[in-house]
């Protein structure tokens, strides 16, 4: 066993009759059973394992480590990784979706800058070039630039396309960056702090500060431009909201007064109307042009949820910290998505100011303010009894060791354990109106609307990468390559290795096609069926998918009506292109057809004219010898008489 270290997990596969112990140095051990002999142990992480999961066969190992937020998928046998993920150790701060919804960006308190997946929830790409918490992201228009802000001072814009830093945006003295936004066009970044209280202006090109926008007289919370760049809006805890002309600065600043601290805003869509949230629980609507309020909700009561260890009162009576800290528009401007520091994510009609639904974010009971009601046993004069160390041994050998003295080797014995607070720091929908992702305390959370975006781990069967996909291509092994070009999600290698496979194995991968890609295979087809030249290869899918799983279609007919209605409308205008240029050239094909068919009369009769000359020096023959053959019976019978 491993020495100065405590088991912190352990799993059993009877399988393989192995048994599988995590530590809490980040070291796990095979073991075999029931002879307990070791198999071999090694070092996967820097802290401790807290759980093991083993697949039926007893082939792969899953490691996890909640400090780290590390999973790691172990082939115990050939001693290689398999899968690798890790999120963020601390807090997750901000999250933020590119323009097509593919993409998530998420920053958070331990520095990091992470880019996920948002269909199969991988992350792919980490930038670690901050000092300090990350507290703001935001993609630009195309996707292919995404800026981060922090508290260390700097605003840091990376490449998506070769994963790079590219350009670092400072301020003349130092300051920390609590806000972000980015102008339409992606040529004006815009920061706001909160010890200066001012908000900094950067040219993307160039990197230069342009200009800085003084006025508010406390710290900025929350920074968005208008959808069409003619202004910025500027959240603060000066109990104002400011709408600055970046471009024009001879303008008035036009300043919206709220009877509390700000804490967040949010443009509609059309860019006609702002909303934001105050201290006080409630939401307020304004229109942009008569700079009027248009109305108000009060979501005190509907995100109030949850009680602390620590609070004395109930939680319907508690108000402190029920307010929205983060709002959002739905892609269609019909609904407003707001969370904070509460179990709960509120989702509201714009125009009826009506609560539509409630989400909770969570149901971990580690997590402070998840219970409703607490038992009134457990708090004592010293405070709740669960966050008292009676003992005075913790089984975290971290927080059990007092090295402030020399010899001492328990820990203080009125420690408090915190626990983390549930809660929700941002909140964003997805540009298509079919997700929305909370950055939270659990970590990243995406709700959707298409019931099959699941956690997809790829069967973890193989390193699913563009090579090894061309490479099973080229086997021939055409629908394990099509099902992984799937699962990575990547365009131009969905359609890549889609027309490597023949044709004429087209009916027979359908019938073996997973149901559970069926549906992305098909709006696949759709989105690319008006542009391609491969329409009998695209109807040989399309009728061989429908034919061998009709009635999944038929169970599932209106989720997938909306694809269906794509593909029908899709050949009607193929059929209607092909049928309008067959009319266009109408007369062309009848001429041809015609001539076509009098070149074949003629070649008939050519070759009948030649037989028929031949068969007539035959029958005139034969008719001379019938004559004469006559004449002779003739002879032959007057002679008799």
């Known amino acids: 066993m491993e020495a100065h270290a405590q088991v912190q997990s352990a799993a059993f596969n009877p399988a393989t009759q192995l048994m599988i112990l995590g530590f809490t140095n980040g070291v796990f051990g095979l073991w075999e059973m029931p002879d307990f002999n070791q198999i071999h142990t090694l070092s996967v992480s820097s802290q401790a394992i807290n759980t093991i999961a083993v697949n039926p066969t007893g082939e792969w190992l899953a490691l996890g480590s909640s400090k780290l937020g590390q999973l790691l998928v172990w082939e115990w046998q050939s001693e290689t990784y ?33 880019v996920w997946n948002s269909l199969s929830g991988y992350c792919f790409i980490t930038f670690s070039e901050h000092t300090s918490a990350v507290t703001a992201v935001q993609f630009t228009k195309g996707s292919q630039v995404v800026l981060s802000a922090s508290l260390d001072g700097t605003v840091r814009a990376y490449d998506l396309v070769r994963y790079r830093n590219f350009r670092i945006f400072t301020s003349p003295t130092p300051v920390q960056f609590n806000t972000l936004a980015v102008d339409p066009s992606g040529e004006i970044v815009c920061a706001g702090c909160q010890d200066s209280f001012e908000i900094y202006m950067w040219s993307m090109q160039t990197g230069k500060l342009l200009d800085i926008l003084s006025g508010h007289t406390g710290p900025i919370s929350s920074l968005a431009f208008r959808p069409d ?77 949850g009680r602390k260890a620590n609070d004395r009162q109930t939680a319907e009576n508690s108000t402190s910290g029920k307010c929205f800290n983060s709002l959002c528009y739905s892609a269609d401007g019909t609904a407003v998505l707001g969370g904070g520091n509460s179990k709960f994510v509120c989702l509201y009609d714009r125009r009826s100011k009506i609560l539509l639904r409630k989400f909770q974010v969570s149901k971990n009971m580690s997590l402070d303010g998840v219970q409703e009601k607490l038992n009134s046993k457990n708090m004592t004069e010293a405070g709740p009894a669960d966050l008292i160390d009676s003992d005075g041994i913790d089984s975290d050998t971290e927080k059990a ?31 298509t109106g079919r997700q929305w992702a909370a950055a939270s305390t659990e970590g990243l959370l995406i709700y959707s609307l298409d019931e099959t975006l699941v956690f997809d781990p790829y069967e973890l069967d193989e390193d699913v990468t563009p090579e090894t996909i061309r490479e099973l291509s080229r086997k021939g092994e055409y629908l394990r390559a099509l099902v992984n070009a799937f699962r990575l999600n990547e365009q ?106 009098r070149q074949a009369e003629a070649d008939k009769e050519a070759s009948e004219e030649a037989a028929g000359n031949i068969t007539m020096q035959d029958v005139l ?12 019976d003739s002879e032959d019978d007057e002679m008799d008489e």
């Open 229 to 305: 760049g003619q202004s910025l809006a500027s959240a603060s805890w000066d109990k104002s909201v400011r709408l600055w002309d970046v471009f024009d600065r001879s303008k008035i600043v036009e300043r919206l007064d709220h009877n509390n601290e700000v804490l967040a805003l949010a443009y509609r869509p059309d860019g006609k109307e702002l909303c934001a949230s105050t201290l006080d629980g409630q939401i307020h609507f304004w229109d942009i042009a008569k700079a009027a309020p248009m109305g108000t909700i009060e979501g005190r009561r509907d995100i109030a949820g």
């Open 621 to 632: 023959a034969s008719f001379n010898d019938d004559i004469e053959e006559v004449d002779t």
């Open 401 to 431: 060791a007092d090295n402030s003295l020399p010899g001492v080797r328990s820990g203080d014995k009125s420690s408090r354990v915190l626990r983390p607070e549930v809660r929700t720091r941002d909140v964003r929908f997805s540009p």
């Open 82 to 114: 398999v899968l690798k993920q890790q999120g963020h150790f601390y807090d997750m701060s901000c999250v933020a979706y590119s323009a097509d919804g593919q993409y998530v960006a998420t920053g958070g308190d331990d520095a990091k800058l992470k």
């Open 492 to 597: 131009y290698l969905i359609r890549e290795t889609y027309e490597r496979i023949p044709p004429t194995d087209v009916m027979l991968l359908t019938k073996d096609f997973p149901e559970a890609y069926l549906e992305r295979l098909l709006k696949f087809i759709a989105g690319i069926l008006e542009g391609s030249q491969l329409l009998e290869f695209h109807l040989r899918w399309i009728t061989g998918l429908l034919s061998n799983h009709g009635s999944f279609v038929k169970t599932r007919s209106v989720r997938l009506q909306p694809v269906l209605r794509t593909l029908q409308r899709g050949i009607a205008r193929m059929r209607q292109d092909i049928g309008s240029v067959c009319d266009k050239n109408y007369y062309s094909l009848g001429y041809l057809i015609t001539q076509g068919q």
